[in-house]
């Protein structure tokens, strides 16, 4: 099978000459210009074969395309956060759309047309796009920051949500039209109980996601990914994508073959991103080998969420190994 094969048989639920295998993280030195975001993505790329590209650009990019400022590190760490752009109920209240194919945006969505040429005709390239609740709470800071305004002032953060979403919808199309197989849909640390209740989300997060979702539903690769412990995936079964990914390892988590039993979308997983880096190949080897445990059918071996650029060149060639056998 071709890669493009190989994944469309696991979304489909049919055989497959050997399981997907794919890993994604962020370079924290490399990603601020397009040219080295996409050298270092296809450099791992290469290395390992894998069967999809997650194009995992620096993370701060949709803070930044509302004004939000960070200082890019000197050594593989995450970049200090500046400035904030909302402060107050005011502020949110004043949030409006911004353009989806200029500045920050442009060059991302440039960095996705370069990675297209260059691969694009051998392997699916997916691109990431934040959730619109999510991209609220980077503009305030922290979880904390947002969450009182949901008691204070909802009208004004359902309008900066609002707000949000249309530029989102925008640059989801943008990405589909420029090429990318799916769009990589992220609520962040939003849709875990760590984080906030489920009727909060049902309010601020579910409406607009399910808004953002809609119009990239033709796409045949779009994912869900869910971060963090305590997550609440059960609530987003139903959302229209191909694929489900989360940290499967993370405490409170249900496993792969939990979540492939009560739906019929693809699973990716089975490798704990958090401890990745520090295993042994063997280690890491074994995640892998007990991922395929969950059976074949749509399934891919991935990372939970994003690996370290730490982690050493042997622990993915391990768990690639395991996988192709």
């Not at 400035?83 to 109920?89: C, Q, V």
């Not at 947002?146 to 953060?157: M, V």
């Not at 405490?251 to 739906?263: D, M, Q």
């Amino acid at each position: 099978m071709t890669k493009k094969e190989r994944v469309r048989a696991a979304l489909r639920g049919e055989a497959v000459d050997r399981v997907p295998v794919a890993m994604w993280g962020h370079d924290y030195l490399r990603e601020w210009t397009r040219e080295a975001l996409v050298e270092a993505t296809l450099e791992l790329y290469r290395a390992h074969d894998w069967d999809l590209i997650k194009l995992n650009p620096r993370w701060t990019h949709f803070a930044e395309a509302w004004g939000s400022t960070y200082e890019p590190p000197t050594e593989q760490r995450n970049p200090r956060t500046l400035t904030t752009t909302i402060h107050s109920a005011e502020d949110l209240a004043k949030l409006r759309p911004v353009h989806a194919r200029r500045g920050v945006f442009s060059d991302h969505l440039s960095a996705l047309e370069l990675m297209l040429a260059e691969v694009g005709d051998e392997v699916d390239v997916v691109a990431t796009v934040f959730s619109p609740l999510s991209v609220v709470g980077l503009l305030c800071g922290l979880p904390d920051d947002l969450l009182p305004y949901a008691a204070s002032d909802p009208a004004s953060l359902h309008s900066a949500i609002a707000a949000v979403t249309v530029t989102l919808i925008d640059y989801a199309e943008a990405c589909i039209a420029a090429g990318a197989a799916g769009i990589f849909y992220a609520p962040l640390v939003w849709a875990s109980a760590d984080t906030c209740d489920e009727a909060f989300y049902r309010e601020y997060g579910r409406p607009y996601d399910l808004q953002v979702l809609a119009r990239v539903r033709q796409a045949e690769l779009n994912i869900l990914h869910v971060c963090r412990d305590h997550n609440m995936i059960d609530l987003l079964l139903d959302y229209p994508v191909a694929a489900l990914n989360w940290a499967d390892h993370g405490t409170g988590n249900p496993s792969l073959a939990e979540v492939k039993a009560r739906t019929d979308k693809a699973v990716m997983g089975g490798i704990d991103q958090t401890r990745l880096a520090e295993m042994s190949t063997g280690e890491a080897a074994a995640q892998a080998e007990a991922a395929l445990s969950a059976g074949p059918e749509r399934l891919f071996v991935t990372g939970g969420c994003s690996i370290s650029p730490l982690t050493p060149d042997a622990n993915r060639a391990a768990v690639v190994s395991a996988v192709r056998g």
